[in-house]
């Protein structure tokens, strides 16, 4: 897999400004929309783990500089982390005290089985060729422990919006958006068990209103991104 990857031996762009150029019609940053996600992975646990979220280990597959990994520390048991790239790795390690990175080839995690409560990866699978797809979650599955958590984020292709700001981000120029349907048959195809579906960003603004909106919509399919997360069985 990292063969066909850009970032496993090219250094890593800059992906704040990347994004925040490619959402700046939106007036919001990144980490707006960062913080978000990380939210919603916490509520999957709450609602889903039997431990709930305070007591989850998880990691975040793809993780990147590890941006989002400022709105989750302290509110789970245990972050790790990894990515293609070693010089994103560096930039995390340094940003973010306390989580364990590693840099991997993209193939095999480098975990035992079933090491961890939730699995989770956060708009990467459309960086990913479709042809991978099926490992990329299979490896996810022997990852997550039997009882466990595989939570995937992902961008929204029906929502307007959303292809604009792919279509500006350079990040992104060979994204391959997949919907929330293709990544279900994905994961009961590998065999988790989908327990939740959520549409997020429907109004991306910093006010108790519009987060009140957010949550009265998460089932409507028209929100900028969406989260799948599936169970792997006992």
């Known amino acids: 897999m990292s063969d066909s990857n850009r970032w496993a031996n090219d250094e890593y762009p800059d992906y704040r400004k990347d994004v925040d150029d490619a959402i700046g019609f939106s007036g919001l940053g990144v980490d707006y929309f960062l913080k978000g996600k990380a939210d919603s992975a916490i509520a999957l646990l709450d609602r889903h783990s039997s431990g709930g979220a305070v007591a989850a280990s998880c990691l975040d597959i793809g993780c990147g500089i590890g941006a989002m990994h400022p709105a989750l520390m302290g509110r789970v048991g245990r972050l790790d982390a990894v990515d293609l790239s070693s010089d994103a790795i560096q930039t995390a390690r340094s940003a973010n005290r ?10 095999r995690l480098p975990y035992a089985d079933g090491t961890f409560d939730m699995t989770l990866t956060v708009c990467v699978m459309h960086h990913v060729p479709p042809a991978d797809w099926p490992a990329f979650v299979a490896e996810a599955w022997r990852v997550t422990r039997p009882g466990g958590l ?6 929204n292709p029906v929502n307007p919006l959303t292809r604009l700001a792919v279509l500006r981000c350079p990040f992104d120029h060979d994204a391959v958006l997949l919907g929330p349907r293709k990544v279900t048959q994905l994961l009961e195809h590998q065999g988790f068990v989908p327990v939740d579906r959520e549409f ?3 109004v991306p603004l910093k006010y108790g209103w519009a987060k009140r909106i957010d949550t009265a919509l998460s089932r409507v399919p028209i929100g900028a991104q969406y989260v799948v997360c599936g169970r792997r069985p006992e």
């Open 98 to 107: 306390g989580i364990e990175y590693q840099a991997y080839d993209g193939g």
């Open 150 to 155: 595989f939570a995937v984020f992902e961008h």
């Open 200 to 202: 997020l960003f429907f």
